[in-house]
């Protein structure tokens, strides 16, 4: 039976989501959890050999990848349809973008065996933090050397990871306003459905000292946020607001459909390694990105583009309210209306074999300030894969975004853009935008592998004569065999990210992967690159 005060909690956390949830689907009765840190320091000092992915254990893929196969293949879309707007609505604007080799590339973390990398990096004033499905690394981010590794499992060790466990789906970020940087990873086990969202916060801005946090989703026929103890937990991603932490994540049901949710985590108290309060918002839309805010606003929005179409973008809010996290609430807000998308085709390497580019989703958090926001995804664009960026005016009013643009390169317009992140400093006075993303160019043999681009812009504007892109690394081999998987594509893997240099709006970082060399499909051996630009100042 539940207390009083839980039973009040309870009623407020179901009114707050009586315009989004169907009234048949119950919410979580354990909507809040308040979980202890342990500290943990990344030995200090670089290894020689890259830290395998776990020893014996399957290819890392996502959990959902069956329904994300399925998903795809249902969105065929017709020729030229993203440009299919209605009376009224917004308009996108294309532009060839050209080459400006105005960049610094540090390579980072490199693996053979279980692919793709799941590669995300965070920039500190002196470090680096990068997370694979591999290890968690730190380098000094002014000579690129590695000054600390070690795998996932390790890592987390002090808060438990089960012998038959599995860490995947890595996310860092850093936070400039406490200096600190923001770790995440989920669990599946091999045995059972048991899954925990790991989490970690670093003590200062060099990122080697950690409180880390365990928050229990499924163990046995306990549940928490899930809505059932064998649903998956899958795709988190971490954001950030003025006083919380924020996970995202897909929530697979056991007869299938997709349903999103978030996390709310008490910032202040894991700064200091206190008893951490985490609340769950559930029974959301899917693929619901989370947000990194940047301005002082106790609403943070949250957008999700749909899966495999859409013409409109769904957004919730939720409210950091005085009296602690089990007091935040959750808002529906209108749609955003866009033009309609379709997901974007498998990307072709030269060799014909084909690469996975997802579903539509954001692959990485959108950028909050000032009453503005702003995220980027791969959608099809005449038989290939591009870019699309939208900056939304303001969280609440607004129902047409003020830019959607779709950057390409000059080189070649079969070219394929995918895997793509976004940061800016949007909001703040000549403030440019920062796109990392992958490219394919199936004509090319020379240049048509799997490279990385780090594009740049200014935020209003899609004046081409304004925007530049930078290769930062192209792979030295390419995959094979991905006729032979699921849907006749390789995974290529689901992450990159992209962050502003801390204190210097006009220099971006991009993270991504390449391909170092040939092997059996999905075990391809990989490499990651973290790569500096200058924004082009143009005329």
């Not at 009765?29 to 979980?35: F, G, L, N």
């Amino acid at each position: 039976m539940l207390s009083t005060r839980r039973a009040l909690m309870l009623g407020a956390f179901l009114t707050a989501f009586a315009a989004t949830v169907p009234s048949a689907q119950a919410e979580d009765e354990a909507e809040v959890q308040t979980i202890r840190a342990v500290s943990h320091s990344i030995p200090a000092g670089s290894r020689a050999q890259a830290v395998a992915a776990n020893a014996g254990a399957p290819r890392i893929i996502p959990a959902g990848e069956a329904e994300l196969l399925r998903i795809k293949a249902l969105a065929g879309g017709s020729e030229g349809a993203t440009s299919l707007v209605a009376a009224g609505e917004a308009t996108e604007l294309t532009v060839r973008v050209r080459n400006e080799n105005r960049r610094r590339v540090c390579q980072t973390d490199a693996s053979t065996g279980a692919a793709p990398s799941g590669i995300n990096g965070a920039v500190g004033p002196q470090i680096m933090v990068v997370v694979t499905n591999s290890a968690i690394s730190r380098y000094n981010k002014n000579n690129c050397a590695r000054v600390g590794q070690q795998s996932l499992a390790a890592f987390f060790a002090g808060v438990g990871v089960p012998a038959t466990a599995q860490l995947k789906d890595p996310r860092v970020i850093y936070d400039r306003r406490s200096r600190r940087f923001f770790v995440t990873a989920v669990s599946t086990d091999s045995g059972n459905s048991d899954q925990y969202q790991y989490v970690a916060v670093s003590t200062d801005a060099t990122g080697r000292t950690y409180n880390l946090y365990r928050i229990m989703l499924s163990e046995g026929t306990a549940r928490f946020c899930k809505r059932s103890v064998g649903s998956t937990w899958d795709f988190p991603m971490a954001g950030v607001s003025n006083a919380r932490w924020f996970v995202t994540a897909n929530d697979k049901g056991l007869a299938g459909g997709v349903r999103g949710a978030i996390l709310s985590m008490d910032k202040r108290a894991s700064l200091s390694g206190a008893p951490m309060t985490v609340k769950c918002f559930n029974q959301l839309p899917a693929n619901l990105a989370a947000t990194i805010s940047l301005d002082a606003s106790a609403a943070t929005a949250f957008l999700s583009p749909g899966s495999g179409s859409s013409s409109r973008i769904e957004r919730r809010v939720v409210t950091a309210v005085g009296g602690g996290v089990a007091n935040d609430t959750l808002t529906p807000i209108a749609p955003v209306v866009i033009p309609t998308w379709w997901a974007p085709p498998a990307a072709a390497q030269p060799n014909g074999q084909l690469l996975d580019t997802l579903d539509g989703r954001f692959v990485a958090p959108s950028i909050q300030n000032q009453q503005k926001i702003v995220n980027v995804h791969s959608i099809k664009v005449r038989d290939t894969a591009k870019i699309r960026l939208y900056h939304i005016s303001t969280l609440n009013d607004a129902v047409s975004p003020t830019l959607i643009f779709t950057p390409t390169t000059v080189e070649d317009e079969s070219d394929n853009l995918f895997n793509a992140s976004v940061a800016t400093s949007y909001g703040t006075a000549d403030a440019p935008v920062f796109i990392s993303a992958t490219r394919t160019i199936p004509g090319n043999r020379n240049a048509g592998r799997a490279s990385q681009l780090l594009f740049s812009g200014p935020a209003d504007s899609a004046d081409s004569a304004r925007w530049r892109y930078a290769l930062i690394g192209s792979s030295q081999a390419q995959m094979t065999g991905c006729a032979r998987q699921p849907a006749g594509v390789c995974r290529w893997g689901d992450y990159s990210s992209t962050q502003i240099e801390p204190g210097n709006a006009r220099l971006g970082w991009g993270f991504n992967q390449l391909v170092d060399g040939t092997g059996s499909a999905n075990q391809s051996r990989w490499t990651t690159r973290a790569g500096l630009m200058q924004a082009f100042r143009g005329p």
